[in-house]
């Protein structure tokens, strides 16, 4: 196994991120896909016919090509064609209303849009028609599978004229622009560089994949518009390497038999997904003993969860890190303990540029609640001719601001206390979210949690947690002793909101806008 400054160096060499494709052996495993199987040579030459073919239409470089599929084999052949031919790539999500769709295409300007034709009977066409109807749209081409996807490659006419526009040096740096999930505002377009991708996807195959001569088999099933797909499950297993499983749409009993039949070693997902899966009939820890590594990303993972993945035998793992950070850039170690993976993203790698930084400036000590802050080549190039916004998101020294709350504990490790923007200020004092569904979670009859802040006509906000129960004969005063036995007064809910499922947006995560809007309409436990 080469060491990680051997790896990072050799990456770091790349100028785009298609490039990890002709690293890759020709005869090795590269794609799969519903019974189909591509090695890295085979695929390596569709995406020269797409990129020729691109190039032949008139995509050029800087220009934007946009896609709406599942994640297919087809998202893997139009990333990789776009970057060969210097295009940037937009992902766009089946889940998309004509509303959002024609929001991204007038914020990133595509040249081109490509998109699956149909998926699970819902038709994707009348989605760009409507959106046409609201602004100027470009040529839209249908397809159904990767044979007739490449033959409308082919067949594309000329495309019309590019507005003219200065040159972009943030622009020829980029991959891909993904928009920020917008849980806290109107979403982005982050400009992801090829740079960022390809570190960040280094240093993830040498934290989770296997040693040499394995290779890493990852599934790939989140949405083609979000860095986890991008970074985590595309560009972390090519980068050394290895082999991407395509799965259309989560569910849990699908993603635990493609483990096995398809010998998936790492397996990455949010944490909703694992809680999905952990408690499906059909999880069989035995059945997973191949399993090499297992990483949690995207949010705290249960201490029930934790035990239950604990118990396939791989190695578990906790990441941190966001859209405009190539996606993780801490980690935790190997052979963690339960309540480090519980409770702490890791530590930041040393590759990365990470700091915790107090409000005027300086970096926090061990202990003191700061914001999480990045700079270097895993930070991204800015959001896209939005020059206001891109200078709202970094320090005037050039940090970027994450937004998350965090502090190091003495032993190194790093505590997420929530986002700038969820915290809690209740009667004057500072409540940090994750702490108080951390001691619920605790709880034998709780399930998942969500700690909101309400408006309070006494202290301004008040706590109060939505919860899943898995006990419904729960009472709230046994909610309460336990708050009570390990948090100060001004911590404890003022009341526990049960809902019965979780609201997730298209990443897997959950939804915590949309539960603190809804939590003042369910029912609390007496």
Same mark, same amino acid.
């Given at each position: 196994?080469?060491?990680?400054?051997?790896?990072?160096?050799?990456?770091?060499?790349?100028?785009?991120?298609?490039?990890?494709?002709?690293?890759?052996?020709?005869?090795?495993?590269?794609?799969?896909?519903?019974?189909?199987?591509?090695?890295?040579?085979?695929?390596?030459?569709?995406?020269?016919?797409?990129?020729?073919?691109?190039?032949?239409?008139?995509?050029?470089?800087?220009?934007?090509?946009?896609?709406?599929?599942?994640?297919?084999?087809?998202?893997?052949?139009?990333?990789?064609?776009?970057?060969?031919?210097?295009?940037?790539?937009?992902?766009?999500?089946?889940?998309?209303?004509?509303?959002?769709?024609?929001?991204?295409?007038?914020?990133?300007?595509? %040249?081109?849009?490509?998109?699956?034709?149909?998926?699970?009977?819902?038709?994707?066409?009348?989605?760009?028609?409507?959106?046409?109807?609201?602004?100027?749209?470009?040529?839209? $081409?249908?397809?159904?599978?990767?044979?007739? $996807?490449?033959?409308?490659?082919?067949?594309?006419?000329?495309?019309?004229?590019?507005?003219?526009?200065?040159?972009?040096?943030?622009?020829?740096?980029?991959?891909?622009?993904?928009?920020?999930?917008?849980?806290?505002?109107?979403?982005?377009?982050?400009?992801?560089?090829?740079?960022?991708?390809?570190?960040?996807?280094?240093?993830?195959?040498?934290?989770?994949?296997?040693?040499?001569?394995?290779?890493?088999?990852?599934?790939?099933?989140?949405?083609?518009?979000?860095?986890?797909?991008?970074?985590?499950?595309?560009?972390?297993?090519?980068?050394?390497?290895?082999?991407?499983?395509?799965?259309? %749409?989560?569910?849990?009993?699908?993603?635990?038999?493609?483990?096995?039949?398809?010998?998936?070693?790492?397996?990455?997902?949010?944490?909703?997904?694992?809680?999905?899966?952990?408690?499906?009939?059909?999880?069989?820890?035995?059945?997973?003993?191949?399993?090499?590594?297992?990483?949690?990303?995207?949010?705290?993972?249960?201490?029930?969860?934790?035990?239950?993945?604990?118990?396939?035998?791989?190695?578990?793992?906790?990441?941190?890190?966001?859209?405009?950070?190539?996606?993780?850039?801490?980690?935790?170690?190997?052979?963690?303990?339960?309540?480090?993976?519980?409770?702490?993203?890791?530590?930041?790698?040393?590759?990365?540029?990470?700091?915790?930084?107090?409000?005027?400036?300086?970096? $926090?000590?061990?202990?003191?609640?700061?914001?999480?802050?990045?700079?270097?080549?895993?930070?991204?190039?800015?959001?896209?001719?939005?020059?206001?916004?891109?200078?709202?998101?970094?320090?005037?020294?050039?940090?970027?601001?994450?937004?998350?709350?965090?502090? %190091?504990?003495?032993?190194? $490790?790093?505590?997420?206390?929530?986002?700038?923007?969820?915290?809690?200020?209740?009667?004057?004092?500072? /409540?940090?979210? %994750?702490?108080?569904?951390?001691?619920?979670?605790?709880?034998?009859?709780?399930?998942?949690?969500?700690?909101?802040?309400?408006?309070?006509?006494?202290?301004?906000?008040? /706590?109060?947690?939505?919860?899943?129960?898995?006990?419904?004969?729960?009472?709230?005063?046994?909610?309460?002793?336990?708050?009570?036995?390990?948090?100060?007064?001004?911590?404890?809910?003022?009341?526990?909101?049960?809902?019965?499922?979780?609201?997730?947006?298209?990443?897997?995560?959950?939804?915590?806008?949309?539960?603190?809007?809804?939590?003042?309409?369910?029912?609390?436990?007496?």
């Amino acid at each position: 196994m080469p060491t990680t400054d051997t790896l990072v160096d050799s990456l770091s060499s790349l100028q785009r991120i298609d490039q990890v494709l002709q690293r890759g052996d020709p005869r090795a495993p590269c794609a799969s896909f519903e019974g189909r199987h591509w090695t890295y040579g085979a695929f390596n030459a569709l995406v020269d016919t797409a990129a020729q073919a691109l190039a032949a239409a008139g995509l050029r470089a800087g220009d934007r090509l946009a896609l709406l599929s599942t994640p297919r084999p087809e998202y893997l052949l139009l990333l990789m064609a776009a970057s060969r031919i210097g295009a940037v790539y937009l992902g766009l999500n089946p889940r998309h209303t004509a509303a959002e769709i024609a929001q991204a295409l007038r914020r990133a300007r595509p %040249r081109l849009v490509l998109t699956l034709r149909r998926f699970e009977g819902q038709e994707f066409l009348p989605l760009f028609h409507l959106a046409a109807a609201q602004q100027p749209a470009p040529p839209v $081409c249908a397809f159904d599978d990767l044979d007739s $996807c490449l033959v409308a490659l082919g067949s594309l006419p000329t495309l019309p004229p590019a507005a003219p526009s200065t040159p972009d040096a943030a622009l020829a740096r980029t991959a891909a622009i993904v928009f920020t999930s917008g849980t806290t505002g109107q979403p982005k377009p982050a400009m992801l560089t090829h740079a960022g991708l390809l570190l960040a996807a280094a240093v993830q195959h040498l934290r989770l994949n296997p040693p040499a001569p394995a290779r890493a088999r990852l599934l790939c099933h989140l949405p083609i518009n979000h860095v986890g797909c991008l970074m985590n499950l595309t560009l972390g297993a090519l980068a050394g390497g290895g082999s991407v499983v395509f799965q259309q %749409r989560f569910s849990a009993a699908h993603t635990l038999q493609l483990l096995v039949d398809e010998g998936i070693n790492c397996w990455l997902q949010a944490p909703a997904m694992f809680h999905a899966c952990v408690d499906h009939p059909d999880f069989n820890p035995r059945a997973l003993s191949h399993l090499h590594s297992v990483c949690i990303g995207g949010g705290a993972p249960s201490a029930r969860v934790i035990q239950a993945l604990r118990s396939t035998g791989a190695g578990l793992f906790v990441e941190y890190g966001q859209t405009e950070t190539c996606s993780s850039g801490a980690y935790s170690d190997p052979g963690a303990s339960d309540e480090v993976l519980t409770h702490c993203v890791g530590r930041f790698d040393p590759h990365f540029d990470l700091r915790i930084a107090h409000p005027d400036g300086r970096t $926090c000590a061990d202990g003191e609640v700061g914001e999480i802050q990045a700079r270097g080549a895993l930070v991204f190039a800015g959001y896209f001719d939005d020059a206001d916004a891109t200078r709202a998101a970094f320090t005037p020294d050039g940090w970027l601001h994450t937004g998350d709350l965090a502090e %190091r504990r003495a032993d190194g $490790c790093i505590l997420l206390r929530g986002r700038l923007k969820e915290m809690i200020k209740s009667g004057g004092y500072n /409540v940090y979210p %994750r702490e108080v569904e951390l001691v619920l979670e605790g709880h034998p009859a709780v399930g998942q949690v969500v700690v909101v802040g309400l408006p309070d006509d006494r202290y301004g906000e008040a /706590v109060h947690a939505v919860l899943t129960l898995r006990a419904p004969a729960t009472r709230r005063s046994d909610l309460l002793d336990c708050c009570r036995a390990s948090l100060a007064n001004y911590k404890v809910p003022k009341s526990f909101r049960v809902i019965d499922s979780f609201a997730l947006l298209p990443n897997g995560k959950i939804d915590r806008v949309g539960t603190r809007a809804a939590a003042s309409s369910l029912p609390a436990l007496d």
